[in-house]
């Protein structure tokens, strides 16, 4: 059975920092795209970030550029989202996401597997 497990999210405060982890049961992790996505209450998922891989690419929502890290450890079977420099608009659900195609996309269509979500709340 194919499974994403998520953990890390909490509540934290503006400008604090948070790493939310996601174990992957069941499929060659090695050769799977990840990738973390957000919903926020009434708000559509969205895309955050993607890792394609064998060292394909890793590519960011422009909301998240330059404060957000996406990173695996393929021997822990684990991608992780580094937070950085947190904002209330930052609060939301984050779900984990595979797909067996090459490379992350945007549409939450494409991806096949997910995770059940973890809750990230940004206090000001």
């Known amino acids: 059975q194919e499974t994403l497990v998520e953990s890390g999210g909490g509540l934290v405060q503006v400008g604090d920092s948070l790493r939310l982890s996601c174990v992957v049961s069941g499929r060659t992790f090695n050769s799977t795209t990840m990738g973390w996505f957000r919903q926020a209450p009434g708000k559509e998922r969205e895309y955050v970030a993607g890792?394609?891989?064998?060292?394909?690419?890793?590519y960011y929502a422009d909301s998240v550029l330059g404060r957000f890290t996406i990173s695996r450890d393929n021997a822990k079977r684990t991608v992780y989202l580094i937070m950085t420099n947190l904002r209330p608009e930052d609060t939301a659900v984050y779900y984990c996401?595979?797909?067996?195609?090459?490379?992350?996309?945007?549409?939450?269509?494409?991806?096949?597997?997910w995770g059940q979500g973890t809750q990230v709340t940004v206090s000001s």
């Open positions: 996401a595979a797909r067996a195609q090459y490379g992350p996309v945007k549409p939450a269509r494409a991806w096949e597997l």
């Open positions: 890792d394609t891989w064998g060292g394909g690419g890793k």
